[in-house]
């Protein structure tokens, strides 16, 4: 698998990165925060925002030194080849294991949501199958597609939520700053889990065919925009429902959906968004199974794409299959996936970028612009 050949323009990594954080829990993400940080949750949003920008320094920081190199290529060049090589393949059973949480995500919301009746391995193979189908494209190919989502799915969805804007109680914000800060900071601690894969910036700068001010640009807006998509559900919903139906109310983006009447005629837009949101889960749980197949090419024999995303395509099925998507089942995972999320998404890239200051360690080039 070709990693480092300059194929993606600024925009493309933008609408990829943008569709690929934001498509997996933006449904279900009102109810995780509200759970910690109560009426003001969306403090917790604007400290998460705060937050990832800062991450966004780092990716950057580390980018610019290495400018050549991926993420797999880096830890070998800032630690030694034994570290390294333990880091990436930590990493790609990270990768592995988002891919199997988007498609057991995907399977749940549409037992919930759609297709009650549908036995599970049925939904699995439907997924995974247009999976490989997607997985097998170019990179640039899975960005315009992100594109074409973002644009038109993902603002269909905006749009349609601006609807319940003038039903909204801003009485349930309020007071501001009552909540404990401990619990506001618990709150944004575990909206971070709805910024999944994205150190994967890290395997897709290198790809960008652009001066450093226009990845710079890109990773802050790209960062900017799925916070703010955050921010804007969270409020709507956590305005509409108030904090304690909230509770109740698992996936509140959908339940909203539902209430709502677009436009004065259209009604259950939710069955609409949900039966076509399978096309931006497909970009997540495609770039996931790129990132790890970049992984798997770099440190091993295994070379070949097809055969790379046949494998972990199986492996991944089988996963499902031994974890079938129960509610229990998807709640243990995400509480599970919270802590190594934040261990390999910032732990880790501030580690890298502490030793590449430590060892003085730059291989930059001056780049106009």
């Not at 539902?258 to 968004?273: A, N, P, Q, S, Y």
């Not at 972990?312 to 299959?321: E, M, Q, T, V």
Request: with cysteine.
């Amino acid at each position: 698998m070709a990693t480092n050949k300059k194929v993606l323009l600024p925009h493309q990594l933008y609408f990829l990165t943008v569709q690929s954080i934001s498509s997996i829990l933006l449904f279900a993400l009102p109810y995780i925060v509200n759970d910690y940080s109560r009426h003001n949750a969306w403090i917790s949003a604007i400290f998460t925002l705060i937050f990832f920008q800062l991450m966004g320094i780092v990716t950057l920081s580390l980018h610019k030194r290495l400018p050549d190199k991926h993420l797999f290529q880096m830890t070998k060049v800032l630690t030694n080849k034994w570290v390294g090589r333990l880091l990436n393949w930590l990493y790609i059973i990270y990768y592995i294991i988002l891919a199997t949480y988007t498609t057991l995500y995907f399977t749940y919301l549409s037992k919930e949501w759609t297709l009650p009746v549908t036995p599970l391995f049925v939904i699995y193979l439907i997924f995974i199958i247009l999976g490989i189908y997607l997985a097998f494209g170019k990179i640039t190919s899975l960005a315009r597609f992100s594109g074409i989502i973002l644009i038109g799915l993902t603002g269909f969805l905006i749009f349609c939520m601006c609807f319940g804007i003038s039903k909204m109680n801003p009485l349930f914000l309020l007071p501001v700053g009552n909540v404990p800060l401990t619990d506001i900071v618990q709150g944004s601690y575990h909206m971070s889990v709805g910024y999944v894969g994205g150190s994967s910036l890290l395997v897709l700068l290198p790809l960008v065919e652009g001066s450093d001010k226009s990845k710079k640009r890109v990773v802050r807006y790209s960062i900017l925009t799925v916070s703010l998509i955050y921010l804007f559900l969270l409020v709507i919903c956590l305005a509409h429902f108030g904090t304690y139906t909230l509770e109740l109310v698992p996936i509140p983006v959908l339940y909203l959906l539902k209430i709502l009447t677009v436009l004065g005629i259209f009604e259950r837009m939710d069955l609409i968004i949900m039966c076509a949101w399978i096309a931006p889960m497909l970009i997540s749980y495609a770039l996931f199974i790129y990132v790890a197949g970049v992984g798997i090419a770099d440190n091993t024999f295994l070379k070949s794409k097809k055969i790379i995303i046949w494998v972990l395509s199986i492996l991944i099925f089988i996963l499902c299959s031994i974890f079938p998507a129960t509610q229990e089942n998807i709640n243990l995972a995400t509480d599970i996936l919270l802590p190594v999320t934040v261990l390999f998404m910032i732990g880790v890239p501030i580690l890298l970028l502490a030793l590449a200051i430590i060892r003085k360690i730059n291989q930059s080039t001056k780049s106009s612009g």
